[in-house]
């Protein structure tokens, strides 16, 4: 009851008192997660047995748009336009903050899990979706719907979406390669098995060459002709001159030389994972980061009057249809309910991991935020910079850890935990919303 009592009495006093701002605050907080709901419910009756206009093929469909080219022209146009050079240094702590909001979320999943003891062989899982938040696409969405009131307390709609969104954007290339390196480590079945308890098959090679004539096998046979042909060519005179032999035998060593080179580097990609690093949403990062930066770049693409500025603007139409489409395929996706996933892992488990995602992992954020203000990381004054860093570790576990726990043989289970997280988080972001408008005005 104190507790309650003196975040109240914090926030009257941060707002110069009387219960409208508190009310004020709570309304800031409230709508933007009563928008979210809203679309989500919509999403979820366009995917219901009852209308069927969004089933599940559908949602498959809407999401590789969203993720290949909504999602993507929204960061370009929107980080393009507000970065530059200075600002880039300015902003190091927003990669900084996901790289540390992933290490405190990991321990505590790894406490949470050292206490709880999920079923084999689920302890890692449990730390992973601990750990892994959305610092994507659930904070867009909530910047989007928190920047659209006139009266928001960022001030100016049109510079707190464009500032909100690049401070999103900024840190999303950190996210993916956390993602597909360190998650999709951590998620690896046990050695030999399977996630639902069976073995691995490992099936003996088979020849694919099939046998010839006198029982000799093809490879057999091949040698046969190799030597036969080695012998008719030693047998016959030399009919060209030794230096273009050379040559030959120089440009057959380069080729093969080069051609072990390509196949180096493409093992060394594939062992890197670059192919699932370099996703739309990277690509469109970078491009806005080596775009907005150089001023040349900047005013012949992304300015008002630049030449080519038609290309930014179209971008910026279709990165505004991303939030809509991007709810309306969560809320669909709840229509199936969490599946046989929770009777794998179990309600101990499932509930520890939603309680520590939602609970734990933002108060550690919270005093990583509070830590680096002090030792002067975050840039004076500016409201947004800290917000953004403070939403990305009170966002639900990520919908991308769910793709990677498909590719590993968890998705199940990762289904129903990304059900039961974004049905709780609506309760719980409104809670972290108001505390942190609170303590920032």
């Avoid at 970078?286 to 080519?308: C, E, N, R, S």
């Avoid at 309910?337 to 992992?361: D, E, M, Q």
């Avoid at 947004?384 to 726990?405: N, W």
């Amino acid at each position: 009851m104190g507790m309650e009592r003196s975040l109240l009495e914090k926030m009257i006093e941060a707002q110069g008192g009387g219960g409208e701002s508190i009310l004020a605050t709570l309304k800031y907080a409230i709508l933007p997660i009563a928008k979210v709901f809203t679309m989500c419910f919509m999403g979820f009756l366009m995917a219901s047995k009852h209308v069927n206009i969004l089933p599940a093929h559908g949602r498959k469909l809407l999401n590789g748009l969203v993720f290949s080219l909504l999602l993507p022209c929204l960061i370009f146009s929107q980080l393009g336009r507000a970065i530059t050079y200075e600002k880039m240094l300015q902003w190091w702590f927003i990669p900084a903050n996901v790289v540390l909001g992933t290490i405190s979320g990991s321990l505590i999943g790894l406490i949470v899990a050292l206490i709880i003891r999920p079923p084999y062989p689920y302890f890692k899982f449990t730390i992973i979706h601990i750990g892994i938040g959305n610092i994507g696409n659930i904070p867009l969405v909530l910047i989007a719907a928190l920047c659209r009131d006139p009266s928001n307390p960022f001030g100016d709609s049109d510079k707190c979406s464009q500032d909100g969104n690049a401070y999103i954007s900024f840190g999303q290339w950190v996210g993916a390669i956390i993602l597909y390196t360190y998650v999709f480590k951590m998620l690896a079945p046990p050695p030999g098995r399977s996630f639902d308890g069976n073995e691995d098959e490992k099936q003996l090679p088979v020849s694919r060459s099939p046998p010839i004539e006198n029982g000799t096998s093809a490879a057999e046979g091949d040698s046969v002709v190799s030597n036969k042909a080695s012998i008719e060519n030693s047998a016959a005179p030399e009919s060209e001159p030794l230096l273009q032999s050379t040559i030959e035998t120089l440009t057959a060593t380069n080729w093969f030389s080069s051609k072990s080179i390509i196949s180096m580097l493409q093992k060394v990609a594939e062992k890197l994972k670059l192919k699932q690093i370099f996703q739309p949403p990277i690509i469109a990062s970078v491009l806005a980061i080596v775009i907005g930066v150089v001023p040349f770049l900047k005013k012949l693409v992304l300015t008002d009057d630049a030449p080519f500025f038609f290309f930014t603007d179209s971008c910026l139409i279709l990165g505004e249809a991303m939030i809509p489409c991007i709810l309306l395929a969560l809320g669909g996706n709840l229509v199936d309910g969490p599946g046989v996933g929770s009777k794998r892992l179990g309600l101990r488990t499932t509930a520890s991991i939603i309680f520590a995602r939602l609970t734990f992992v933002p108060l550690a954020g919270l005093g990583i935020v509070t830590l680096a203000d002090k030792f002067g990381f975050i840039p004076e004054g500016d409201k947004m910079f800290k917000f953004v860093l403070l939403l990305q570790h009170s966002m639900p576990t990520s919908v991308l850890s769910g793709a990677v726990a498909n590719l590993r043989g968890c998705g199940k289970e990762s289904a129903a935990i990304l059900f039961w997280v974004h049905i709780f988080a609506v309760f719980s972001m409104a809670g972290w919303i108001i505390l942190f408008l609170s303590i920032l005005f």
